[in-house]
Antibody
Framework: EVQLVESGGGLVQPGGSLRLSCAASGFTFSGYWMHWVRQAPGKGLVWVSR????????SYADAVKGRFTISRDNAKNTLYLQMNSLRAEDTAVYYCARGPCDYWGQGTLVTVSS | QSALTQPASVSGSPGQSITISCTGT?????????VSWYQQDPGKAPKLMIYEVSNRPSGVSNRFSGSKSGNTASLTISGLQAEDEADYYC??????????FGTGTKVTVL
């Protein structure tokens, strides 16, 4: 059974940093691109970032470019999102999703507030 | 990276058919057959309903179907049921090797 479990969310002050993790199981993690998608409270889905299967290629939404870094450890079957210089508008539930977005994690809430 | 345009809400009576549109540009919806549709219940993760414009994942009811014409993709739900009430989002691959989601549509079963 495919499982994606996010962790690392929480309350952080503006300007602070947070690292999200997404533990994958039930499939060959190293064979899939992975995505991060976020959803602000009461709002729609917004794509954040993606990484290819071996980690050699990444893309970011303009809103997070230069502040967020996506990475992966295929030996640990884990996807990461390093978030720096956080802003109030980054407050959202962050989901990781497998390749064609066919499987999603349950999400982890990031709240940026003083 | 502007969001794809969806109607804010669509409603129908049980048994009826409804269609949700998803309008983009030639750099996303119109340029690739990588349009997907997701169903999201409140407080839950999105669930893939349609991929590559018109393909249904295993386990998804055949009451859900997808199509595309030019820069607009569509999701049709036939034989509407109370359990179909949810938010629906489209997504598309883009010419920048990114993904873009739609603005979302709330489906109400009257």
């Amino acid at each position: 059974e495919v499982q994606l479990v996010e962790s690392g969310g929480g309350l952080v002050q503006p300007g602070g940093s947070l690292r999200l993790s997404c533990a994958a199981s039930g499939f060959t993690f190293s064979g899939y691109w992975m995505h991060w998608v976020r959803q602000a409270p009461g709002k729609g889905l917004v794509w954040v970032s993606r990484i290819n299967s071996d980690g050699s290629s990444t893309s970011y939404a303009d809103a997070v470019k230069g502040r967020f870094t996506i990475s992966r450890d295929n030996a640990k079957n884990t996807l990461y999102l390093q978030m720096n210089s956080l802003r109030a508008e980054d407050t959202a539930v962050y989901y990781c999703a497998r390749g064609p977005c066919d499987y999603w994690g349950q999400g982890t809430l990031v709240t940026v507030s003083s | 990276q502007s969001a794809l345009t969806q109607p804010a809400s669509v409603s129908g009576s049980p048994g009826q058919s409804i269609t949700i549109s998803c309008t983009g540009t030639s750099s996303d919806v119109g340029g690739y057959n990588y349009v997907s549709w997701y169903q999201q219940d409140p407080g839950k993760a999105p669930k893939l309903m349609i991929y590559e414009v018109s393909n249904r994942p295993s386990g998804v009811s055949n009451r859900f179907s997808g199509s595309k014409s030019g820069n607009t993709a569509s999701l049709t739900i036939s034989g509407l049921q109370a359990e179909d009430e949810a938010d629906y989002y489209c997504s598309s691959y883009t010419s920048s090797s990114t993904l873009v989601f739609g603005t979302g549509t709330k489906v109400t079963v009257l």
